[in-house]
């Protein structure tokens, strides 16, 4: 009974994953519910992703500085923050706070609307709630996420800049020309195909736990915790994935 | 018309509708009576296909709608105007946009039309002073008065639904309900209300079904229910005969 009930739950994920993602190329299309949800999700999100960022990048800076003085290998500072930044770090952190953040907003707000027969009554006017509600929130993580990457990403080695040349008196230009020459393609490529896919994850994982909300504000509590909890353990286990598909795709040996 | 054949239908093992066969046509004014929780508002889920029957057809106008996928359910929930229980206005819009979300989803009406448009049917219903106030801020009459005023904004559907429209008001406030839900259906379009005060069901239906039970245990004219046996449904008009002595007694 269990396993039947895990499996179905397992499909409406996948259809409603699906269908989402289709609204996006099927009429009617709603604009306006997408740019507040941008608004909301990404130029939201800014600040704490500024800040979580540049002190990911100062922490790890510092401790790798530290580190590396001790073998003898101070200038090589640069580039391993550098890699770390883009391929790893920078990714995971921006989707975690993301999750923390817009996962349990969507969810809640979500699960609201079904408590208060909301999308019943959306339904009743002939407005498809995956294309009004899911379509923009997926899309809008699609499109924001990799921006606040970005953003993150630059923040952070910025943080890593202060922490080398102030801290560890290291020379500046040579930490932004090994940063240069961590800037290849397979790098930044493995790094930016990541928060797509972490977007749409989270996207999907909050939608379908605010979607199937019941039972009061204690269904809303739990469907809240699941969309947070759930979003991070699929974040970081698929980064560990993609980790491994990057290294092979693009012919690495480890 | 609405025809109900066999319908079954459970959340989990509460067997909620057990065979429930009846037809309703278009311009009937029908009203359900039943206790809280007989299945009421579940019917009119079923009609709207929002959830569908365990087993049983539900046809709308020769149409099957127990197979239908969402997007073919679109237009049989257009023929009804539904107000719900909870009123189910949404809580993030402001009273003006909630009347208007059917007219921007559905007509290209100019922002001035329907600026007008929704005045109008806030006019009908008497809250037009509440057009700016957000739904958690409004008592809740005006809750219920500005659903059934979104409800209206629908495109001109057939048959109107409304689930208790008017419990939980004043008399003065209950009465008022009625006559505009009325005057609503007097152009033929008829309606089906679900209530448990039989006093305002009289006072609009000229058809009466009583749930019990999961089965239709009363289906009948005004007539027929004042002389029915059934034991629930005497309990329920001597509520009303005992409001009419008082009123006669008092004037
Ligand atoms: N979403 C749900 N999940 C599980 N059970 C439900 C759900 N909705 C209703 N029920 C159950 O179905 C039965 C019928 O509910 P329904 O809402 O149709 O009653 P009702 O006749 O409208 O009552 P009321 O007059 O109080 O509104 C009740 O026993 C209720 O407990
Ligand atoms: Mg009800």
């Known amino acids: ?254 | 018309m609405i025809v109900f054949d066999k319908v079954w239908f459970s959340y989990g093992i509460n067997h909620v509708l057990k065979d429930i066969s009846f037809t309703v046509s278009e311009n009937e004014r029908v009203a359900i009576l039943g206790e809280s929780g007989e299945g009421k508002t579940t019917i009119l889920k079923l009609i709207l296909g929002l959830i569908r029957p365990d087993a049983g057809k539900i046809i709308i106008d020769g149409e099957d709608i127990t197979n239908k996928t969402e997007d073919e359910l679109r237009e049989v929930r257009m023929k009804f105007s539904i107000v719900f229980q909870e009123g189910a206005l949404f809580d993030s819009l402001n009273v003006k946009e909630n009347v208007a979300f059917c007219l921007r989803e559905y007509s290209k009406l100019s922002e001035d039309e329907i600026d007008h448009k929704v005045r109008e049917l806030l006019r009908i219903v008497g809250v037009e002073h509440a057009i700016e106030l957000m739904p958690d801020e409004l008592s809740g009459g005006m809750h219920r008065r500005v659903a059934i005023a979104r409800s209206l904004a629908a495109c001109e559907p057939k048959m109107f639904l409304y689930d208790e429209a008017t419990t939980g008001l004043d008399p003065v406030n209950a009465d008022i309900i009625c006559k505009l839900i009325l005057d609503l259906s007097k152009n033929g379009r008829g309606l089906i209300l679900v209530t448990h005060k039989i006093f305002d069901a009289v006072k609009i239906a000229e058809r009466f079904m009583f749930l019990k039970d999961g089965i239709i245990l009363f289906d009948g004219d005004k007539e027929e229910l004042v002389h029915s046996t059934v034991s629930e449904i005497q309990i329920y008009l001597n509520e009303v005969s005992l409001s009419c002595k008082a009123n006669k007694s008092g004037g």
């Open chain 1, 1 to 254: 009974m269990k396993i039947k009930e895990l499996i179905s739950e397992l499909q409406d994920f996948y259809l409603l994953s699906a269908r989402g993602l289709l609204g996006a190329v099927k009429k009617p299309f709603y604009l306006k519910d997408m740019i507040e949800q941008m608004d909301y999700a990404g130029a939201g999100s800014f600040v704490i992703i500024f800040l979580v960022s540049i002190f990911t990048g100062m922490a790890l800076s510092l401790q790798l500085s530290a580190e590396l003085s001790s073998l003898g290998l101070k200038m090589y500072t640069g580039k391993v923050v550098g890699i770390s930044i883009i391929r790893e770090i920078g990714p995971v952190t921006a989707a975690l706070v993301y999750a923390g953040r817009v996962g349990s907003g969507i969810a809640s707000e979500l699960g609201s609307m079904i408590l208060g027969h909301q999308i019943d009554s959306l339904r009743v006017f002939g407005v498809d709630p995956m294309k009004k509600l899911v379509t923009p929130r997926i899309l809008s993580s699609i499109i924001m996420l990799p921006a606040l990457t970005i953003i993150g990403d630059v923040v952070s080695l910025c943080g890593g800049y202060y922490i080398a040349v102030f801290v560890s008196h290291q020379s500046g230009t040579f930490y932004w020309s090994s940063i240069r020459d961590v800037l290849t393609f397979e790098n930044v490529f493995a790094g930016s195909v990541k928060p797509f896919i972490f977007g749409y994850l989270i996207a999907c994982i909050s939608c379908y736990m605010g979607l199937s909300t019941k039972g009061g504000s204690k269904g809303l509590r739990k469907s809240t915790t699941r969309a947070v909890v759930v979003s991070i353990v699929m974040i970081i286990v698929s980064d560990f994935i993609l980790t491994r598909i990057l290294l092979y795709v693009l012919g690495f040996s480890v």
